[in-house]
């Protein structure tokens, strides 16, 4: 599979009247066709950021200011606007966690499809309606000639997330950005939602990048995997590798604080103790020594870097290599097998 997207040493900035902070730092991460790579980790750590990034979107203050973003070997930084914008929405599209903020409170779901359909292929109106409603019936609408005549407020969360993968994926974007497509549903839906946009990108060979704190998400989805903390990637790897032997205590906790599914009492572990560092007050050393169980002089004094653990597994850890956190993970490996994946 060849390369779609690749994300080298990117550092985004914001700007506001208390100064400028860096809220991702050197994060670099190849997609290639088909695949779904998963942005992971908790609140705040630059997930969400990175993928407004690629696709344009930071805002007012917000700036790339170091590394690229390339797409099928353009530099999206180079892109004159009009020219970005055609790529967006044609090759790469985006679906966010409440569908009802990105939806048209007052258009009706085939005129949006439509107009998606229009704007990018060019298609005269009855085409465009045609497509419209088939991709209702693709993305599972049931009746979708009547959805079609409605609007959005009548749909249920899980429905109008549907409408969005329909928008997102209409034009036969290469990519799409999924920014917690799920995390507004509940479990059943969530999971409808998972298998449709698998059943769909088996069907057209989207590449997915999908950012997400669910683990579950993760396993269900992905074919790689970034770990993402305090603005930088801590680990990176195939989601079997990422799931068997994660290296870095930040993915270990992660991993130790999914819930079983036999519900063993006392057996779950707690979620990792204390936050995420505020980017104004961020640690000396590795970011994550004051929350790690293993930290050491050289953890709090010197920031490590992203290093190979293996043939395509990356870790951002002084201690990954060393015995000690070798045998304090074999212990933990037993409850992760058990877990829900
Ligand atoms: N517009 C902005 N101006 C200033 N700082 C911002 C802005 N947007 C995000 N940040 C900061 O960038 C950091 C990363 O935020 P981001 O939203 O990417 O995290 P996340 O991992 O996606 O978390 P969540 O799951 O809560 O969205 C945070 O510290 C956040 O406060």
Known sequence: ?????????????????????????????TIRHGETMAIVGESGCGKSVTSLAIMGLLGAGGTIAKGSVRFQDTNLASLPERQLRKLKGSQMSMIFQEPMTSLNP????????????????????????????DMLRK????????????????????MRQRVMIAIALICQPKLL?????????????????????????????????????????????????????????????????????PRHPYTQGLLNSIPRLD?????????????????????AGCRFHPRCPYAKDRCRERQPRLSFAGEEHQVRCWLAESEELESASASDDQRRKS???
């Open 1 to 29: 599979m060849g390369e779609l997207l690749k994300v080298d040493q990117l550092q985004i900035k914001f700007r506001s009247e208390q100064g400028e902070t860096v809220s991702v730092e050197d994060v670099s991460f």
């Open 106 to 133: 007052v258009m009706t779901i085939g005129r949006q499809i439509e107009e998606a359909v229009r704007l990018h292929l060019k298609s005269p109106r009855k085409t465009a309606r045609r497509l419209a409603i």
């Open 139 to 158: 993305v599972g609408i049931p009746r979708p000639e009547s959805i079609a005549k409605a609007y959005p407020h009548v749909l249920s969360g899980g």
């Open 177 to 245: 950005i999924a920014d917690e497509p799920t995390t507004a549903l509940d479990v059943t839906i969530q999971a409808q939602i998972i298998e449709l946009m698998k059943s769909l990108q088996e069907e057209t060979g989207t590449a997915i990048l999908l950012v997400t704190h669910d683990l579950g998400v993760v396993a269900a989805m992905a074919d790689q995997v970034a770990v993402m903390y305090a603005g930088q990637i801590v680990e990176a790897a195939d989601v079997y590798t990422l799931f068997r032997s």
């Open 263 to 283: 519900g063993g009492k006392g057996q779950r572990a707690p979620a990792i103790p204390g936050q995420v560092p505020s980017l104004r007050e961020m640690p």
């Open 339 to 341: 877990v829900a994946l």
